[in-house]
């Protein structure tokens, strides 16, 4: 049975059952002795199905899944904003108390496997991160040795081999893992299962994705791309029309079909010979005029509704608009709100994956019988420009530099009055 467990509550059993066993290290069969006690919802609903157990799997991948996929792969400004949003989460350090430990963590933390070829915890957890992002759910598993001894590797599972099945209670849930069979059954260890939901709705397991409200207004971004294309290609790729019309003598009144068929003849010669690089002259004898086919059309525009869906995606997302290359008048005032308000959003996720990092790294240590406490500390976001903080701090010397004066200044009058 997996439920959400802190990692306060892991810690303390953790150095309870490392003080029991004399400070030996835990082994994997170890991890099955820690259970938390269940309770009972009130306002959940009751299974009263005999057959629900079977038909409540939950898949933890949408039929929009494959849509947000996708409107990554259309629209470069998403894709670029949730980039964006990965790289600006930042990079973090666990720090251990005991100060002996530390290297041994880092040294974890810099140099564990992840999936087939890399390695590091960071790389995890951007790549958790991306799954939570895109489609509202991410699952990591931690594979240990064959003696259960040491974590050997991490494993970023795919959505759509993961199906979550209630539990007996509304605070429980157990994992499923798709067979070759395509039927789902509980892992055998679900101890070893890290799973985060992004904002669920009230009594969902299942998380929605941050991209959740934008498939309409991607898919009129598109529209309005295609039809820009469309119109392009119809009026920059030119056409002719050449136009004959046959004279009063009788030349042009018996053998017009003639001379209308070599005027297209050699036209279409003439075009066809500058595909090669070949310039060839139209001569023509007689009334024949030539136009450009929808010369007197013009491309509609477009910037003001292509604007209106940006600032749609860009209000979703949490993203500024100049981080994304996007130029709209906007004040130095307004781009620092905005900037403050995308430090709050990057907070939020971090919270988010400050549980996985401690589970991780709480289990690493339990292994190694090691009850110690730790911490996740991140690297400060800084989303001003540096020379804007270099002028920032020197105002601020100057005027504690000044306000120093001044008080001396004063202390040395009042002196002055007293004597």
Same mark, same amino acid.
């Given at each position: 049975m997996f439920s959400a467990v802190k990692a306060a509550d892991f810690t303390r059993w953790q150095q309870q059952e490392t003080k029991s066993k004399g400070g030996n290290s835990l082994k994997f069969k170890d991890l099955f002795s820690f259970q938390q006690k269940t309770h009972?919802?009130?306002?959940?609903?009751?299974?009263?199905?005999?057959?629900?157990?079977?038909?409540?799997?939950?898949?933890?991948?949408?039929p929009d899944s494959g849509l947000y996929g996708a409107m990554r792969e259309a629209v470069p400004i998403i894709d670029a904003a949730l980039d964006k949003i990965l790289r600006l989460t930042g990079s973090f350090r666990v720090i251990c108390s005991d100060s002996s430990k530390q290297r041994a963590l880092d040294d974890f933390i810099e140099n564990v496997r992840v999936g087939p070829c890399t390695f590091g915890l960071r790389r995890f957890v951007n790549c958790y991160l991306d799954s939570l992002l895109t489609y509202g759910n991410a699952v990591g598993e931690i594979v240990p040795t064959q003696d259960g001894g040491d974590i050997y590797a991490l494993y970023n599972a795919k959505?759509?081999?993961?199906?979550?099945? $209630?539990?007996?209670?509304? @605070? /429980?849930?157990?994992i499923c893992a798709v067979t070759n069979a395509g039927r789902p059954e509980p892992v055998k260890y679900p101890q070893l299962i890290l799973f985060t939901p992004l904002n669920p709705q009230s009594g969902e397991i299942r998380g929605a994705s941050i991209l959740r409200s934008l498939p309409f207004v991607s898919d009129?971004?598109?529209?309005?791309?295609?039809?820009i294309g469309t119109n392009f290609e119809r009026i920059a790729n030119l056409r002719y029309a050449v136009t004959y019309n046959p004279g009063s003598s009788g030349v042009d009144k018996y053998h017009a079909r003639e001379i209308a068929s070599t005027i297209a003849a050699q036209w279409s010669d003439a075009m066809a010979s500058s595909k090669t690089g070949v310039i060839k002259d139209f001569v023509a004898v007689g009334d024949v005029g030539i136009k450009v086919i929808g010369a007197d059309n013009q491309m509609i525009?477009?910037?003001? $509704?292509?604007?209106?869906? @940006? /600032?749609?995606?860009?209000?979703?997302?949490?993203?500024p608009p100049f981080m994304l290359g996007l130029h709209w008048s906007s004040t130095e005032r307004m781009s620092t709100q905005q900037a403050d308000i995308l430090t709050s959003e990057l907070e939020s996720y971090r919270q988010l994956l400050d549980g996985v990092i401690?589970?991780?790294?709480?289990?690493?240590?339990?292994?190694?019988g090691w009850g110690t406490r730790?911490?996740?500390?991140?690297?400060?976001?800084?989303l001003q420009d540096q020379v804007e903080t270099a002028n920032a701090r020197l105002i601020t010397a100057?005027?504690?530099?000044?306000?120093?004066?001044?008080?001396?200044?004063?202390?040395?009058?009042?002196?002055?009055?007293?004597?």
């Open positions: 009972t919802v009130q306002t959940a609903r009751h299974k009263s199905h005999p057959y629900e157990s079977w038909m409540g799997h939950i898949p933890l991948t949408t959505l759509s081999d993961i199906h979550i099945l $209630p539990g007996k209670t509304a @605070l /429980e849930a157990q009129v971004l598109m529209k309005i791309f295609s039809s525009e477009t910037e003001v $509704p292509v604007r209106q869906m @940006l /600032e749609q995606i860009v209000a979703k997302l949490g993203i401690l589970r991780i790294c709480n289990l690493w240590l339990a292994m190694q730790i911490r996740v500390e991140w690297n400060d976001i800084n100057q005027a504690l530099s000044l306000e120093s004066e001044l008080e001396g200044g004063i202390s040395d009058e009042s002196k002055a009055v007293h004597h």
